[in-house]
C-alpha cells in the first residue's frame, strides 16, 4: 500500500496538491518556539520518553520556547514552555504551527500541518510506515520509524509492548537540533543503556508512613507499600483512596473487607511474613482476592509446602549480574524512573533512592548500586551522560 493521501486520491479520482489553509491569529507570548505532541488517541503512538527529549533539548536551544499542542486529554510533557492542548481551533493551531520554527511529535495532524506550511519535522513512527502515512509536502522532514526487528508495522490502534518507545530520546533530540542547526555534542555525550518495559508507565506509590492531606487528591490507582512500613493507624486513611494494597505482615481481616470496594489487589509477600495458612483461609471466606508471592527462591519449595492448599508465585527478580549493560556502568551513569515514592510527605524516584534518603529533584540522578535497585530497573530508564566530551560540529 502507498501513502494513504494517494490511495484517498485514487478513490475520489482527484490529484493530491497542496492544501490552501485558513489560519486565525491566536496570542502566544514568545517569540521563537518549537510545537510539540505528544500523543492522540492512538496509544500505539503514545511516546513515553518526551520528558527526556525535552531535557535534553532545553541543554541547547537557549532562547527557543517549547509549546505543546495537542487534545485537552493528552499527558503533558514535562517542562514545557507553553501548554495550549485543547485550547485552539484547528484555524488557531494553524496559526501556531505557521508560526512556529520546527515541529516534533507522533504521527498526527500537527505533522500534516507543518508539512503543508514546509516547516521542519521529526516525527516519530511506529504503527505505521512513514511511507503510509508520512510528511507529503515540505522538504525538510526527518521521520523515526521504531525499530521493528524484523516485522511488519501493526497497524494496530494498540500495542504491548509499544513499538514506539523503542525510539531512544537522545536519537528524537539529535535530529531536532539538527533542523534547527544548533551545535550539540549528544552523539559524543549521552547513550541510553536500559529502557525498562515497564517504563512508559507512570506509577505512585506510597509508603504509609504519614497521613494523607487534604490536597492529596491522586485519582489513579496508588500502589499502597505496606510491606515497606505498616502503622495500623496511619493505614487506615489511605484506604480510602484506590489502592493496590502490598503487605508481608498481617492486617485486620476486617479492615480489609470493610474497604473491599477500594483494594484494587492485594499481593501478599511471604518471605519473613507472619502470615499462615489460616489467615489466608479467613480472608478467602470474605470473599478477599490475593495473590501469593515468594521472592527468595532458597524458600520457594518451603512455603508451597506450608501453603500446600494456596499458589504461591515466584518473583522474578532482577539482579545486577543478569544484566548486559554492567561494563558500561561509570560515574556519569544517570537514571530516570517512572516511579514516584512517596513517604512521610516527601518524594523520592526509587527504593533505593528512599533507603538512601535521596529526595526527588527533577534533576539527573546518579545511579544507586545496590539490590533494590537493580530489583527496579524494569521501571528506570539509564543512561550514560558526560557534558565534558568532545562537540560533534
Known amino acids: 500500500m502507498g501513502h494513504l493521501i494517494e490511495e484517498y486520491a485514487k478513490c475520489l479520482g482527484v490529484k493530491v496538491s497542496r492544501p490552501k489553509l485558513l489560519s486565525h491569529y491566536f496570542p502566544i507570548n514568545v517569540d521563537k518556539y518549537i510545537t ?3 500523543t492522540n488517541k492512538f496509544q500505539s503512538r503514545d511516546y513515553a520518553h518526551w520528558d527526556q527529549v525535552i531535557y535534553l533539548l532545553k541543554k541547547y536551544i537557549g532562547d527557543i520556547s517549547i509549546v505543546q499542542v495537542g487534545e485537552k486529554e493528552n499527558p503533558l510533557a514535562g517542562n514545557i514552555d507553553l501548554d495550549l492542548r485543547g485550547k485552539t481551533t484547528i484555524k488557531q493551531l494553524c ?30 513512527y511506529s504503527n505505521m510506515w ?11 522532514s526527518t521521520c523515526i520509524n521504531s525499530p521493528k526487528d524484523g516485522n511488519r508495522a501493526s497497524y494496530a490502534v494498540e500495542e504491548d509492548p509499544k513499538t514506539i518507545d523503542s525510539i531512544l530520546p537522545e536519537d528524537v ?39 494523607p492531606s487534604a490536597s492529596f487528591n491522586h485519582k489513579r490507582l496508588i500502589n499502597l507499600r505496606c510491606d515497606y512500613h505498616l502503622d495500623n493507624d496511619l493505614l487506615t486513611p489511605w484506604l480510602h483512596k484506590r489502592v493496590n494494597l502490598m503487605i508481608s505482615k498481617k492486617i485486620n481481616a476486617n479492615v480489609l473487607y470493610y474497604f473491599k470496594k477500594n483494594i484494587a ?86 527504593k533505593a533512592a528512599w533507603k538512601a534518603g535521596i529526595e526527588k529533584s527533577g534533576s539527573p540522578e546518579r545511579f544507586i548500586d545496590t539490590d533494590d535497585f537493580w530489583e527496579e530497573i524494569d521501571y528506570l530508564n539509564i543512561y550514560n551522560y558526560a557534558e565534558d566530551k568532545t562537540r560533534r560540529q
Open 95 to 124: 496559526y501556531i504551527v505557521e508560526k512556529s520554527i520546527l515541529h516534533v511529535g507522533i504521527d498526527s495532524l500537527c505533522v500534516h500541518l507543518a508539512s503543508a506550511y514546509n516547516k521542519p519535522i521529526v516525527g516519530l
Open 173 to 211: 533530540a539529535e535530529e531536532v537540533l539538527e533542523l534547527l542547526d544548533i551545535d550539540n555534542n549528544l552523539f559524543n555525550t549521552y547513550k541510553t543503556l536500559n529502557i525498562g518495559k515497564h517504563y512508559h508507565s507512570k506509577i505512585l506509590e506510597v509508603i504509609p508512613d504519614f497521613k
Open 265 to 350: 489487589a492485594i499481593t501478599i509477600f511471604l518471605d519473613d511474613s507472619d502470615v499462615e495458612p489460616e489467615y489466608l483461609s479467613e480472608l478467602s471466606s470474605l470473599n478477599i482476592k490475593y495473590t501469593l508471592i515468594c521472592k527468595n527462591k532458597k524458600k520457594l519449595n518451603d512455603l508451597r509446602f506450608k501453603f500446600f492448599d494456596f499458589v504461591v508465585n515466584e518473583y522474578d527478580k532482577v539482579t545486577k549480574k543478569d544484566l548486559d549493560f554492567c561494563d558500561r556502568l561509570c560515574d556519569n551513569t544517570y537514571y530516570h524512573s517512572n516511579k514516584t515514592i512517596v513517604s512521610k510527605n516527601k518524594k523520592y524516584s526509587s
Open 130 to 140: 512513514i511511507t503510509n502515512s508520512g510528511p507529503v509536502w515540505g522538504n525538510t
Open 36 to 38: 510539540i505532541q505528544t
